[in-house]
């Protein structure tokens, strides 16, 4: 079965059943209908109905469904915010401002209770945690170990720079140590790395790669967007170009060819070759199948 893949990830705001039907026919990986920062406090409880209707009433496509609660804490907001859209059955909740593993664990608690009462799937409901504070940041190594229902780790650079008093400049330097452990820790427990938005709405295109092509290259498989205009630009960026598929193909090829020989390390197009870029060639190809490329014709 083809995995889901998840490149840009587009927050629309709760309270406006407009703009989510807009984001469900934008055919992309994944919406995230809003109920923290994108919804004013007193339009929350209309926010919380929307999205409940909408995700019964609106058609989706292929593209995943999930909902942004406010942070778990004592003013239970969030519980409300469950409460409240549980009904729809989203594919899962983003979680803001996550800082320690107890979170998840209360949020675990609180899906597998609902899952019974609807008589769903255990464990069918998945999460995600936002890392955006430097206690998120020291603690990331209980958090991702928390509950097999957390699906990948999301970095939000904003309220990170905030936090620990940074300037936030374009290049993300101020943040690179965060960015980096945020990627590895979600790696090394095989679940999805998503990178902060682009938040300068007035940038042209070019700047907005340039950034989404560096979470590439460190290993991210996403980035979250806050604008339909960013959707296409990053997902350009994370599906595998035809030329990339045609020379993970050949390697591919060659490496099952030297295993029948009975050869490991071999030479390929000018470089030696080993398993991990084997491994890396086979992971374009299921990113491209993932991305609906039609690998088998190139």
């Known amino acids: ?171 993300l330097w101020e943040v690179f140590y965060a960015r980096s452990k945020v990627v590895l820790y979600a790696k090394a427990h095989g679940m999805d790395a998503i990178d902060t938005p682009f938040v300068d709405l007035a940038a042209n295109d070019s700047q907005l790669i340039a950034e989404t092509e560096q979470a590439h290259y460190m290993g991210y498989t996403g980035k979250l967007a806050i604008h339909p205009k960013h959707v296409a630009p990053i997902q350009q960026v994370f599906t595998p170009t035809d030329e990339r598929i045609r020379m993970a193909k050949r390697l591919i090829q060659a490496h099952d060819a030297h295993q029948d020989a009975g050869s490991g390390v071999f030479q390929f197009e000018g470089k030696m070759v080993d398993m991990p870029m084997v491994r890396a060639a086979r992971t374009i190809i299921a990113q491209a199948e993932a991305a609906g490329v039609d690998v088998r014709a190139l």
């Open 1 to 171: 079965m083809t995995q889901r893949i998840r490149r840009a990830l587009l927050f629309m705001p709760g309270d406006e059943r407009r703009k989510i039907e807009k984001g469900a026919g934008l055919d992309l990986d994944t919406v995230i209908m809003d109920l923290e920062d994108g919804v004013a406090l007193n339009h929350k409880p209309n926010a919380r109905r929307t999205i409940r209707l909408a995700l019964s009433e609106v058609d989706f496509g292929r593209t995943e469904r999930l909902v942004r609660v406010n942070p778990i804490s004592q003013d239970g907001r969030f519980l409300e915010d469950v409460e409240q859209t549980i009904e729809g059955q989203p594919d899962g909740y983003v979680i803001p401002k996550v800082e320690s593993a107890d979170q998840l664990y209360t949020m675990d608690t609180l899906l597998t209770q609902k899952e019974r009462q609807f008589g769903w799937t255990a464990g069918s409901l998945y999460i995600f945690a936002i890392i955006e504070s430097a206690l998120g940041v020291i603690n990331v190594e209980t958090i991702v170990r928390a509950t097999p229902r957390l699906r990948g780790l999301m970095f939000g650079a904003e309220d990170l720079t905030g936090d620990i008093g940074a300037t936030r400049t374009p290049d």
